[in-house]
């Protein structure tokens, strides 16, 4: 059998990984140079608990169970998961009314760990708080990751286990025999063949995927996010995920810590008129009210010496604000994973098993479990979190691991060398895995050197190496030939 | 294998100040243990291939690596052992011992002194919460001037300058003579940010149009920036309606000002909050004994011969301080009074000579700076806040201090 996951977010890696425990052929196509670089790289980052989804939506079904899974992703893929905790936090006793339904709805969830806290335990577990909140909505289970890690390393242990994974090149049609997708065209004019099951977990662009086979989805509807990263010694006045009280249009803007250390505040949540998926800009109006959100948190949070940078993401979502996940009518081997807005992170391990394990079976496909997978890929080394001694070791045997090549988030060349053995090919490749370059210098001292460990690694030349995508080169070419 | 070492003076970075540091100690006849984090010693000096500098500290115009060599061969005349591409992991301030790797291995170092001479860094792009998309082609002035002058790589084929600090001046020339096209520089400001004498030789004698009031509102572009939309902006910065063009250009490049880089030290060190840098003493003590702190690190200077000057005495003092001899006598906090931004040092020690290096917070005509206590005063014309004023008190004239238990600082 073979499967093709046309997408590499972390719902796409996911369930090509989960495919990956079965007998047969995985194929999974990213039309980026890398993975998790769309909805996956731009997030809040956050396991949420699972409080505020409706019960009988899927959204409400897979976000506990996706949050339970973390920590069997954090073993295998060795992908940080932090438990810190979240809090919804509440003014007076109407808005005290707010945090016990969703208290009701969390434990018709299965939500762990869940209850309404004072304001005397609410000054414990988040002692900077705004002094207008008397009391929060507590839940343990709720935690951070780093999204485009759980990605990369589904990635990583799915090619392990024998799937292919394709990059740089996106599906842009195919050729249906009897009901069925048999070819699958890429835009680099490669054909995939025999084709027994099409999975489009495309994110943005799941409804512009399922129109190439002529199959009807819900129509998808962009969402804005607009965010602000704080420097690290911004989590001297954060401990834990602090929500204000959810709204109409969603979880609010938040404090959030990253789980590198520094902060995260917002995001905004603005519906794109037109399909504009490539509008990831940030805007004086988002970034104001991201800022004035955090101030009412977190008296003091909004401090313009902790500014780091200010991005967008986009997030997909339909009408009906549920999980769209269903085999097509039209088509006999085509299944859309779409719509997978907040709390997609946190459902994608969920989504993956209930893709693989209920939705297909239930399409006749037939799964046979491989004898051989290995659900384990081998820690990748972070110096910066090895005691001293261990470090000095590692140095003995490779003196690239005592060369610092980010200061801020101390990461050597070792690290850097290894990130480009595991498919980074440009700057932002390399820093998304190692965090090299998103500390407080934004890769002023750093990115040149990246640069250049590519163009040795990669055997190109310097012009060649870009920052993300193909249009965004760095340097163009020498000032003298001879020098 | 894990070397344990010990030194009479660690001083952590090899720029201007750290290098003259490291001479001054080593000329006290102390062993000196210089720590530097790239492939050699320097610091920014390396890639300023103009000239300009010196002529304080060597009474001579030298470039930026003629500059550095300078004190390199002076220094390797002495005992100063320098680990090149290595990088403090931690360290204890108040016991003195650094954590350090390079790729020659693992050293825990004890000293009997401390010098920090961190430097400055260039403020992001990030950091200022500029709208519109994340394109490649933006970047520090200084990144800018790495891959023209040391990397031999163009960055830019069409660039706009943001900041009219004096990297921003100095790369709007670069980039010009190697065949970009530079088709200004923006200042928020209503006043140029950077030296007169490099207006005047980095963009005057080029015909680049410095835009004042004028800043960058959005910036435009999927992979490679495309366009910068710009404004004039009232005097809080406020982009005034109305007045937004686009400019098409490929390469924004930032000197938006330096920061100094105190962020790995001070959980343990005062920083003052206006020069943003370690509160020093005129011995360059920081807040905790046997600690000093020279160069950009404490306030940015305008001129590296200012920086090698305060390093030169971090080094001797640090150097009294690690063989058991105490320089230091009474001491009293200096404070700004009227029209003062930066100002250098935060206390003045008895012992030692008092060098001021004051900020004005905007441009005058002119003015009197008062040592109010010492009753000390020095006319200046046309006063700009990009050129320090330099006071030197001798320190047989500071007693008058003691009654006072304090010294105010301020423009008239």
């Known amino acids: ?60 079904k897979l976000c506990v169970r996706g949050n339970e899974l973390y920590d069997g992703l954090a073993r295998e893929l060795k992908v940080p998961v932090n438990r810190i905790g979240s809090i919804v936090v509440a003014k007076n006793e109407e808005e005290l009314k707010k945090l016990q339904e969703l208290l009701l709805n969390g434990q018709a969830n299965g939500v762990r760990d869940l209850r309404i806290v004072g304001r005397e335990e609410l000054q414990m577990l988040e002692p900077a708080i705004s002094s207008a909140f008397n009391y929060a909505l507590y839940c343990g289970s709720a935690g951070i990751t780093e999204p485009w890690m759980v990605a990369i390393a589904a990635s990583i242990n799915a090619a392990r286990n024998g799937a292919e994974i394709i990059t740089g090149d996106g599906v842009v049609g195919g050729r249906i025999e009897k009901n069925s997708i048999k070819c699958l065209s890429l835009a680099s004019g490669r054909e995939i063949e025999n084709v027994d099951i099409v999975i489009n977990a495309a994110g943005l662009f799941y409804e512009k995927v399922a129109r190439l086979f002529n199959v009807e989805v819900p129509p998808v509807k962009l969402r804005r996010g607009e965010y602000i990263l704080l420097d690290k010694k911004a989590r001297d006045l954060v401990r834990r995920i602090v929500f204000p009280l959810p709204s109409a249009a969603g979880k609010g803007r938040l404090v959030v810590p990253t789980i590198d250390g520094g902060v995260l505040l917002g995001p905004t949540s603005e519906e794109l008129q037109d399909f504009t998926p490539q509008e990831l800009k940030t805007t004086v109006e988002g970034l104001d009210s991201v800022r004035r959100s955090g101030r009412e948190l977190i008296p003091g949070i909004d401090s313009p010496q902790w500014y780091i940078k200010s991005f967008a993401g986009i997030r997909p979502e339909s009408s009906g604000k549920d999980f769209y996940i269903k085999a097509a009518r039209e088509i006999n081997n085509f299944v859309t994973v779409g719509a997978i807005r907040s709390p997609g992170l946190t459902a994608a391990p969920a989504i993956a098993e209930h893709v693989v394990l209920e939705l297909l079976p239930s399409i006749g496909v037939s799964l046979k479990e491989k004898r051989d997978f290995d659900p384990f890929i081998e820690e990748r080394i972070r110096i910066k979190e090895l005691p001293f001694e261990t470090v000095s070791s590692l140095i003995e045997n490779d003196h690239r691991y005592g060369r610092i090549i980010c200061q801020c988030n101390e990461v050597s060349e070792a690290e850097i060398v290894q990130s480009i053995r595991d498919g980074a090919r440009t700057v932002d490749g390399v820093k998304f895995r190692t965090r090299a370059g998103f500390g407080r210098c934004q890769g002023g001292f750093c990115s040149w050197k990246i640069a250049s460990i590519l163009s040795r690694e990669l055997g190109k030349d310097l012009s060649e190496i870009r920052q993300n995508v193909p249009e965004s080169w760095i340097t163009d070419g020498k000032v003298r030939e001879q020098c | 294998m894990l070397k344990r070492e010990k030194t009479d003076v660690l001083v952590i970075g090899g720029g201007a100040a750290g290098m003259a540091c490291a001479l001054s100690a080593a000329k006290e006849g102390v062993y000196v243990t210089l720590l530097e984090r790239e492939s050699s010693v320097g610091g920014v000096l390396n890639q300023c291939i103009h000239n300009g500098f010196g002529l304080q500290f060597y009474h001579q115009e030298l470039t930026g690596p003629e500059f550095a060599s300078r004190l390199i061969d002076e220094m390797n005349m002495e005992n100063v052992k320098i680990i090149n591409q290595s990088y403090v992991r931690d360290i204890d301030v108040r016991k003195r011992v650094a954590q350090v790797l390079s790729p020659d291995g693992a050293y825990e170092i004890q000293a009997g002194a401390l010098v920090i001479s961190t430097g400055a860094r260039e ?74 004498r490099n207006i005047v030789q980095c963009l005057e004698d080029f015909d680049i149009p410095l835009h004042l009031s004028t800043t960058v509102t959005e910036v435009r572009g999927e992979g490679r920036l495309r366009s910068v939309e710009v404004s004039k902006v009232d005097e809080n910065f406020t982009p005034i309606p109305g007045t937004s063009r686009n400019i098409d250009v490929d390469a924004l490049i930032l000197s938006a000002g330096l920061l100094p880089q105190v962020e790995d030290f001070s959980d343990d060190l005062e920083v003052d909050p206006v020069n943003r840098g370690f509160l020093v003493s005129n011995t360059c003590e920081s807040s905790v004994e046997g600690v000093f702190a020279a160069g950009n690190n404490v306030a940015v200077f305008d001129l590296v011969d200012y920086v090698a000057a305060e390093g030169w005495i971090a080094g001797r003092h640090a150097a009294l301080f690690s063989r058991g001899v105490n320089t230091s006598g009474d001491r009293v906090p200096i404070f700004r009074g009227k029209n003062i931004g930066v100002l250098v040092p935060g206390i003045v020690d008895m012992e030692e000579h008092l060098r001021l290096y004051i900020r004005l917070r905007k441009p005058m005509e002119k003015g009197v700076v008062v040592l109010r206590e010492l009753k000390i005063e020095k006319k200046f014309s046309y006063g700009v806040p990009s050129e320090m004023i330099q006071l030197v008190v001798n320190r047989d004239k500071l007693q008058p201090l003691m009654n006072h238990g304090r010294l105010t600082v301020e423009v008239q």
């Open chain 1, 1 to 60: 059998m073979r499967s093709v996951v046309i997408g590499g977010g972390v719902i796409g890696t996911l369930i090509a990984r989960q495919l990956s425990r079965f007998e047969g052929e995985v194929i999974l196509i990213e039309k980026r140079e890398d993975l998790g670089q769309g909805i996956t790289k731009a997030n809040s980052a956050i396991i949420h608990g699972g409080y505020d989804d409706p019960p009988a939506s899927l959204r409400g």
């Open chain 2, 123 to 196: 403020r992001p792009f990030g950091s200022l919460l500029i709208p519109g998309d994340r394109p490649s082609g933006i970047m520090p002035a200084g990144v800018a001037q790495r891959y023209v002058n040391l990397e031999n790589r163009i960055p830019a084929r069409k660039a706009v300058v943001l900041g009219s600090g004096d990297i921003g001046l100095i790369m709007a020339r670069r980039l010009t003579l190697e065949g970009v096209e530079v088709v200004g520089v923006l200042e928020r400001m209503s006043y140029p940010g950077g030296l007169t």
